[in-house]
């Protein structure tokens, strides 16, 4: 009984890896995240050109955007226990997540339910490409070079926690919710990054709808919002 997690990278379909569109066109069931009942899930958009929809079951899982804790436990156990009832019953099983499983992912949630209450299950995990990295290539630069440090972060959080990693980083990764971007801009700015410091900023990274620019910290202080989209990202290099 065995179960793939595969990672399915920034957006572009092309971006799988060899592996993962092997185990999603063999798959009989997939499972795959969304935020809420009938909202298109982003994994599966990306992976939809390689599933063989006549003989595949698809199944959205719900991981609502709520922070009570005993709704989320809640979740986790329902959305485990309908992937171990298709993998039980004999289904070549895959659940997809963006990017990477490892890194911010919905799939952490499900490994931990399938850990303590479905042992018997034998789960592979395939690696998929950040968004961070295919946003590197997009904008042809270096993230860190020699022994500068390099910190990821996701910017919809503790605000105060984000201002003691960007104080000892050469390089910040912001992910997720470009509508704090403001905010950050005003950490950078009080935490040791000068007004040539270079800024970049992506939206919906290697799709056609990218949105991708490099702005000096000068240009971007006292912009309101200047990534609108929850899926941005923010490059921010101290000395380039």
Same mark, same amino acid.
């Given at each position: ?38 909202? %298109? ?11 063989? *929809?006549?003989?595949?079951? $698809?199944?959205? /899982? ?19 226990? @309908?992937?171990?009832?298709?993998? =039980? ?23 931990? *339910?399938?850990? *303590? ?41 503790? /605000?105060? @926690?984000?201002? =003691? ?21 005003? $950490? ?23 949105? /991708? ?12 919002? %200047? ?14």
């Amino acid at each position: 009984m065995k179960l793939s997690c595969i990672g399915c990278g920034p957006g572009d379909p092309d971006l799988l890896t060899v592996k993962a569109v092997d185990r999603i066109k063999k798959a009989d069931a997939v499972f795959t995240p969304t935020s809420k009942e009938g909202k %298109p899930s982003i994994a599966l958009s990306i992976a939809k050109k390689y599933i063989n *929809e006549s003989n595949t079951t $698809i199944t959205n /899982l719900i991981f609502p955007m709520t922070k009570d804790k005993n709704s989320l436990k809640l979740q986790w156990k329902t959305n485990s226990q @309908k992937i171990a009832d298709a993998v =039980h019953s004999g289904k070549n099983c895959v659940y997809l997540t963006v990017g990477d499983p490892s890194l911010y992912s919905t799939w952490n949630y499900m490994h931990r *339910e399938l850990r *303590e209450n479905h042992s018997d299950i034998d789960i592979e995990i395939i690696p998929g490409i950040p968004s961070f990295f295919a946003f590197a290539a997009q904008a042809k630069m270096s993230l860190v070079e020699g022994d500068q440090t390099l910190g990821i972060v996701p910017a919809c959080y503790d /605000l105060n @926690k984000i201002r =003691h990693t960007v104080e000892s980083c050469d390089s910040i990764i912001f992910l997720k919710d470009g509508r704090y971007f403001d905010s950050v801009i005003e $950490i950078l700015s009080e935490t040791g990054f000068g007004d040539d410091s270079l800024i970049t900023i992506a939206q919906d990274v290697s799709v056609e709808e990218e949105i /991708l620019e490099t702005k000096k910290l000068k240009d971007l202080r006292n912009t309101k919002n %200047p990534a609108g989209k929850y899926f941005s990202i923010m490059v921010a290099r101290k000395n380039d």
